[in-house]
C-alpha cells in the first residue's frame, strides 16, 4: 500500500538495490536488517541510539570531527580477549576521572615508558638530622619513599635514606 502517509509492504523480504550494479543496499527479513552501503550515515542530532550490542570491526568520525564514545548515566566497557589498544599518534591521551584511577595487571606488567616521568603533587615528608648543623642551602634533591600501603611521598634526601623519618605520612592515609 502506498498512502499518503506511509508506505506499507507486507512480505517475507524485502531488499532495496542499487540501479548501476544491481548490488543490495539494504535487505530486511524477520531476522535480521543488512545494510550494503559502504558507509552508513546517522544525521540525526542525537546520533544512533541502540537498544542493545552493536559489532563492527570499526568506528570512525567524520573528517575533521572528534569521535565521542559515552555513556551518560551508566558505564563504558571496552572489552577483548586479545587486549586493547589505544594510540594517539600525533597527540596527546589523557585519562581523567572523579575517583580513583586503577591500572592492574594479573599476570604481567604495568610499564611506564617516557622521555621523564611525573608523579605530581606528591606530600612531601620532613627530615632532621641528628647533627645540628646551621642553616644550609635550599634542599633541592628529595627521595621517593613508599608506605606500606603503597602510598608514595618525597622525603629530602640525605647522605643515606630518609624515608623511615618521614613516614608520619602513612599514618595519615
Not at 45 to 68: K, M, N, Y
Not at 119 to 142: C, D, E, I, W
Request: one cysteine or more; hydrophobic letters at 30%.
Amino acid at each position: 500500500n502506498a498512502g499518503s502517509d506511509a508506505v506499507e509492504a507486507q512480505c517475507k523480504r524485502f531488499e532495496v538495490k542499487s540501479n548501476e550494479d544491481g548490488k543490495m543496499l539494504f535487505s530486511a527479513d524477520e531476522e535480521e536488517i543488512i545494510i550494503g552501503a559502504e558507509r552508513l550515515r546517522v544525521t540525526g542530532t542525537e546520533g544512533a541510539v541502540f537498544g542493545h550490542s552493536v559489532e563492527t570491526p570499526h568506528i570512525r568520525a567524520g573528517p575533521s570531527q572528534d569521535l565521542r564514545l559515552e555513556s551518560p548515566t551508566r558505564s563504558l566497557t571496552m572489552e577483548a580477549p586479545k587486549g586493547v589498544q589505544i594510540s594517539a599518534v600525533a597527540g596527546e591521551f589523557r585519562a581523567n576521572c572523579r575517583k580513583e584511577l586503577n591500572l592492574q595487571s594479573t599476570d604481567g606488567e604495568i610499564i611506564l615508558d617516557a622521555g621523564s616521568i611525573r608523579l605530581a603533587n606528591l606530600p612531601q615528608g620532613s627530615f632532621t638530622p641528628s647533627s645540628s648543623s646551621s642553616v644550609g642551602p635550599r634542599q633541592t634533591v628529595y627521595e621517593l619513599c613508599v608506605c606500606p600501603n603503597g602510598k608514595l611521598y618525597l622525603s629530602p634526601a640525605g647522605a643515606s635514606s630518609t624515608c623511615q623519618s618521614s613516614s608520619n605520612i602513612c599514618l595519615w592515609s
